[in-house]
């Protein structure tokens, strides 16, 4: 089963790039990569996902490593509202639909 | 629409109380699931729901009993709970496999039980 750890938490300053990273040490060559996101008082929300390329989409870049076992979530001007746990979750691999969220990545941004 | 809505947004009861949480999807999404989420700590897989039949129970407590009444409703039945299960309930739905596709959460139920 695929298993990932995060740091516990991390700072940026306003308006800068912040790069989140996850290591997946297990995983194999067909586990997606996922980054879920979780604001104060809210569910979690969908951030971005890959296999095996580099993903960009409105909220985010996604790096993944050649051999898989990183990847970083790039956040290319921290707002305030980027504030929140973020999450890369493994998936059990008897079963798909089992995910479990890790600790997660606690950002705080600075004005 | 990718809108997972949950309701009540907070509950209160007594542990002798019978209640039940609703969540509701209209993607077309054959999966559901629940989680619970204690403060300051990530959400926990409950159960999963594939095609309306449960696929997962995560060894939940019976005093939790969910429900799938069609493809879109997702319900949690609570009996006899007791004050640590107060917590967060998050309902999610996905297309696929939660470990290929997006998962779409709900804001959640707070529950606090006295």
């Known amino acids: 089963d695929a298993k990932t750890t995060q740091p516990n938490s991390m700072e940026s300053n306003e308006e800068e790039p912040v790069h989140l990273p996850c290591n997946h040490s297990?995983?194999?060559?067909?586990?997606?990569i996922h980054w879920y996101r979780q604001l104060p008082s809210q569910g979690p929300e969908y951030v971005i996902h890959?296999?095996?390329s580099n993903v960009n989409n409105r909220m985010a870049s996604l790096a993944i490593a050649e051999d898989r076992k990183s990847s970083t979530l790039i956040l290319h001007r921290a707002t305030l509202r980027d504030a929140a746990v973020y999450y890369c979750p493994e998936y059990m691999k008897t079963s798909y639909d089992k995910v479990i969220f890790g600790p997660g990545t606690s950002l705080s941004v600075i004005p | 629409d990718t809108e997972v809505t949950q309701t009540p947004k907070h509950l209160v009861m007594g542990m002798t109380n019978k209640k039940s949480l609703k969540c509701e999807q209209h993607?077309?999404?054959?999966?559901m699931y629940w989680y619970k989420q204690k403060a300051k700590k990530p959400p926990e897989l409950m159960f999963v729901y594939s095609y309306e039949k449960l696929s997962i129970n995560e060894s939940v407590p019976s005093r939790f009993s969910p429900e799938c009444p069609n493809s879109s409703l997702l319900n949690l039945h609570l009996h006899a709970l007791q004050p640590e299960d107060s917590a967060l309930y998050l309902c999610?739905?996905?297309?696929?496999?939660?470990?290929?596709?997006?998962?779409?959460f709900g804001p959640g139920t707070r529950l606090l039980v006295l």
């Open positions: 890959g296999l095996t």
């Open positions: 999610a739905s996905s297309q696929g496999l939660a470990g290929e596709e997006t998962q779409y």
């Open positions: 297990t995983i194999s060559g067909t586990d997606y």
């Open positions: 993607m077309g999404h054959r999966a």
